[in-house]
């Protein structure tokens, strides 16, 4: 990955239900990378769409940087419903195990809701919480990429993953993308 040009971004961190604990890959890569910033949510016990999206575009409002997000499980119901509110200076979304939109309820909210920056999801073939044939349909909907991540269970700490090197890789390839858009937009 291109340290230098993940400088020029501001990278948020927004964790699913119950956050993410100390051996779970997004707090592993917020260690790495001291600069990553965590969207903290008020009750991370209670998934509450609106009330998480409305957070996250708080904190999406504080800044101008352009941003990327690195978002996990309910994390990503929270990313594509705050995108879909508002202007925000997205550069790309990376969307890790994305939990199901119809079993928290809130798939009616999301099914407009589309970016408008590069965006990749990246599914389990053995996720319970939305196995990666449902998450490769919700990232059709939602206009991004989809990768197929093999069977990684929910992507999260019981995964046993360390840093996640192929989420790392992935986010790699998000950034080239954001950096050849700016190129572009800069011409």
Known sequence: MNHASLQAYRVL???GLHGSGPDHWQT???RRYPSFQRVQQHDWSKPDLPQWSHRLQ????ESERPTLIVAHSFGCLTTMHAA???RFNLAGVLLVAPADPDKF???DALRSAHIKCPAIVIGSVNDPW???TRAAYWADNWRCGFVNGGSLGHINAESGLGDWEQGLQQF???LDMADTLAAIGEN
């Open 13 to 15: 961190v927004v964790p």
């Open 28 to 30: 592993r890569w917020e």
């Open 58 to 61: 708080q904190v999406l409002r």
């Open 84 to 86: 879909s509110c508002g």
């Open 105 to 107: 309820g809130v798939a």
């Open 130 to 132: 939305m196995d990666a």
């Open 172 to 174: 790699g390839y998000l």
